[in-house]
């Protein structure tokens, strides 16, 4: 199931190696979008859990922005934000 793949991946977030490197996931969320964009012709409803965990992670990450100290690590949070940004455009497009 398309949708279970997706949710799958997002959790991987939340995984102790992934969640405080904003590189890793913004890479994760440019791969979920890119499967989006792929399940698309199946017309995939995008699931509550999913977006929900998207919608939390982008809090996350705009709170570390917010208290970020050094200029990458700001650059790495607007990038992990964009990511986001365009993977939750990707799912709602259904």
């Known amino acids: 199931n398309d949708q279970l793949i997706l949710a799958a991946i997002i959790r ?6 992934v969640a405080h490197d904003p590189r890793v996931k913004s890479s994760i969320i440019q791969i979920v ?3 989006a964009q792929q399940f698309r012709s199946r017309a995939l409803v995008a699931e509550a ?6 919608c ?5 990450s705009l709170q570390a922005t917010d ?3 050094g200029l990458e690590e700001s650059n790495a949070n607007l990038s992990l934000q964009s990511s986001i940004e365009d993977c ?4 709602s497009k259904r």
């Open 33 to 35: 979008t890119a499967l």
């Open 56 to 60: 939390r992670h982008l809090r996350k």
């Open 49 to 54: 859990g999913v977006v929900s965990d998207l």
């Open 88 to 91: 939750l455009l990707e799912i």
């Open 12 to 17: 991987h977030l939340d995984h102790k190696n």
């Open 67 to 69: 208290e970020s100290v």
